[in-house]
């Protein structure tokens, strides 16, 4: 399951747009919002063709993708050391697909800033530094270790080296998704899988700002340059807090008259699936219609093993429509007769508009 780490110091606006976030992807979808611990949420991902298909398939339940927000404890300097709940704050954080940094862009003088905070800038580099120094540790607690299971065993070699790369760069106050170049896949999935670095994962940068800065292009540049070539949004906390109880023509009413077209939620869905090179496929039918979450470029049985691995073991073909070709055709019969139905084989490519039927036989 996607899960997304949304982190900041204290006073940034972080648990008001978590909880904002959270309740208004369940208005949006319909669906009910699910938590699963304190400060975890479940949200569906916004997804306009499931209700055109459930319409489709005779009002078809509906099953959004999902991503879980995880609204991290709020980190001061020296959580790397332990200060504060900086030990906690970390371990979670491990765990995330991706980090959302939530940076303080709006002046409030009954919101008070933390001792961490002073501006966007420097906030900025308090919980990059803080990231930086915890993976150092990491890479010094594992670093003897190799170095010695590599004088026996010649083959751990690039281990070794790529361990010995990642701490100078780390030593250098460089985060490591800044300097993914000078490592090969194989090394990368190596840090990722066996040490969990956090300054590997991708990460976004959502601005809170006031609503008239929403439309600030002058103020939104300059903080854009603080970051780049990362991905940034531009959310104000305080209206997607209004957001929450509102239907959903009112709430783009409102939205529109701040001249946002899309809420905090689906910009930062968006947001992550391109940076985490994600997209969505469909499957549909009277029982039910669904979004399935792969990565691009993932093959049919790739796909098909996302719903069940027996899917994958035993994938035959896929009978696949484009989705504008069903909508069109109003109904996967007529779609068949249309010849838009198609069938695919093992090296398919999946795209994001497909509508899927997997043929697959699994041997006892």
Sequence with gaps: MLSIGIVGLPNVGKSTLFNALTDAGALAANYPFATIEPNTGIVPVPDERLT???TLYHEAPIKPATITFVDIAGLVEGASKGEGLGNKFLSH????????????AFDNPDVLRSDSSRDPEHDIAVILTELV???????????????KDAKSNPKLKPQLDTLEEA?????????LYKTAEKFDAEAIDWLQKELQLMTLKPIIYVFNVDEVELTDDKMQSQLKSLVAPA??????????????????????????????SQSGLVQL?????????????????????????VHRGATAPQAAGVIHGDFERG???????????????????AARAAGKV???????????????????????
């Design 315 to 333: 994938f035959i073909a896929a009978d696949v429509v484009s989705y504008p070709d069903l909508v069109a055709a109003g109904s996967l019969s």
């Design 52 to 54: 055109v298909l459930s």
């Design 133 to 147: 120094l915890a993976d150092l540790q990491t890479v010094d607690n594992r670093l003897p270790r190799v170095q």
């Design 167 to 175: 701490r100078a760069l780390l030593d250098a106050g460089e985060p």
């Design 342 to 364: 198609r069938t695919e084989g093992k090296s398919y490519s999946m795209q994001p508009d497909d509508v899927v039927e997997f043929k697959f036989n699994v041997s006892k």
């Design 231 to 260: 991905p940034c949004l531009f959310v104000c906390a305080k209206l997607e807090e209004e957001l929450r109880s509102l239907n959903e023509a009112d709430a783009t009413e409102l939205l529109a008259s701040y001249g946002q």
């Design 93 to 104: 954080i491990r765990t995330c697909n991706a980090i959302v940094q939530v940076v303080r």
């Design 269 to 293: 869905v968006h947001a992550a699936y391109e940076l985490l090179g994600l997209q969505s496929y469909l499957t549909a039918g009277d029982k039910e219609v669904r979004a399935w979450t």
